[in-house]
């Protein structure tokens, strides 16, 4: 009988993609040495990543951007596609948008700087395995910024007459919007508004109910376009 997502009993499966050997020896020792994660492959570009994502069981991959053949975005979006149980963790150099919003779009559960701390990795890594999406705060205005600027390149998320516009958010759902697009945590948000995480999850759900998006990456495009949240000097 299968596990549900991120249960204590089973490892987690990552696949790291990356073409630079240095960094994909520097990530599969970080995994293979943290208990609950087992590395099952090293992709060189994203090629071999769908390959092995078609031939071994994975839960989360470790994915770079720009790599030779197939780069990481169209790798993301044949993984997602093919595989919707793997979740696909960007993790790059480049912080810009031409990468972060196409990575989102195309499926990505998470976005991180490879200038993170391993301890940021690891914790992404079991954050998307459970289903939640990661960004950090820096990527998270990045993300906000681009929309507001760039509204076409978020494509099928484009609001059209008749969408919902947020005006139904109650108070309490608009100050998890808000702290949720300053690249906060659950544990984060539920410290601040002094709460449980049951309840911050809880808000969440309505929030993706009420902007009828699935994902909390999508949450902040959708806010961003509907003028909900701004960009933040904190």
């Known amino acids: 009988m299968s596990q549900s ?18 960094m994909s020896g520097a990530l599969r020792i970080m995994v293979d040495s943290t208990p609950g994660l087992t590395c099952v492959g090293v992709a060189a570009d994203g090629v071999e990543a769908v390959e092995v994502c ?41 912080s810009s948008e031409d990468y972060l919003v196409p990575a989102l779009r195309a499926g990505a559960a998470g976005y991180l700087l ?12 079991r954050a998307v395995r459970r289903g939640e999406s990661v960004l950090s705060p820096a990527v998270a205005q990045k993300l906000i910024a681009a929309v507001e600027t760039e509204r076409p390149a978020v494509g099928a998320l484009e609001v059209q007459p008749g ?18 697009a300053r690249g906060r945590s659950n544990p984060e948000i539920a410290a601040e508004l002094h709460v449980s995480e049951s309840t911050v999850k809880g808000n969440l759900g309505r929030i993706m109910d009420k902007l009828e998006v699935r994902d909390r990456v999508q949450v902040i495009i959708r806010a961003a376009q509907l003028g909900l949240v701004t960009l933040s000097l904190d």
């Open 54 to 94: 078609d031939a071994t069981p994975t839960d989360v991959v470790l994915m770079d951007m720009q790599m030779p053949r197939m780069d990481g975005v169209e790798a993301t979006r044949r993984i997602v596609a093919a595989h919707p149980e793997t979740r696909v963790l960007a993790i790059t150099t480049f």
């Open 114 to 125: 490879k200038d993170a701390q391993p301890a940021t990795v690891l914790g992404a890594v």
């Open 5 to 22: 997502p991120g249960t204590a009993t089973e490892d987690i499966r990552v696949l790291i993609a990356d073409d630079q050997p240095l």
């Open 163 to 180: 969408d919902p516009d947020g005006s139904d958010l109650t108070p309490r759902e608009r100050e998890v919007l808000g702290l949720l």
